[in-house]
């Protein structure tokens, strides 16, 4: 088994910054393709980020192109995602995500394993 514990959520004005970190532990021989979904008040949980093993390619929904970045930390499975530029549709709990191989579902979808419990993101307007 693999447990991911996110951290970093919190209260942001529009427009602020705030970053996101993961960390895996249990199950960590191997390194696991990461990534982030989101999920709003009332909405579905949504794909925002992903990330291959060894970090050579990103993969972001249309909403968060060139505002959110992620980024594969030194130590083996962690991840982080820097977001800039917050709007209040961000708002959300945000969820770290890992699986030994980026794949899409039947869906076309990315699909993950392994998920954390969550961390809120607030944007005041």
């Known amino acids: 088994q693999v447990q991911l514990v996110e951290s970093g959520g919190g209260l942001v004005q529009a427009g602020g910054s705030l970053r996101l970190s993961c960390a895996a532990s249990?199950?960590?021989?191997?390194?696991?393709?990461m990534g982030w979904f989101r999920q709003a008040p009332g909405k579905e949980r949504d794909f925002v980020a992903a990330?291959?093993?060894?970090?050579?390619?990103?993969y972001y929904t249309d909403s968060v192109k060139g505002r959110f970045t992620i980024s594969r930390g030194n130590a083996k499975n962690t991840v982080y995602l820097e977001m800039n530029s917050l709007e209040p549709e961000d708002t959300a709990v945000y969820y770290c995500?890992?699986?030994?191989?980026?794949?899409?579902?039947?869906?076309?979808?990315?699909?993950?394993?392994?998920w954390g419990l969550g961390t809120q993101v607030t944007v005041s307007s």
């Open positions: 995500t890992a699986d030994p191989t980026l794949r899409l579902g039947p869906t076309g979808e990315y699909e993950f394993h392994y």
């Open positions: 249990g199950r960590t021989s191997r390194t696991y393709a």
């Open positions: 990330i291959n093993w060894s970090g050579s390619s990103t």
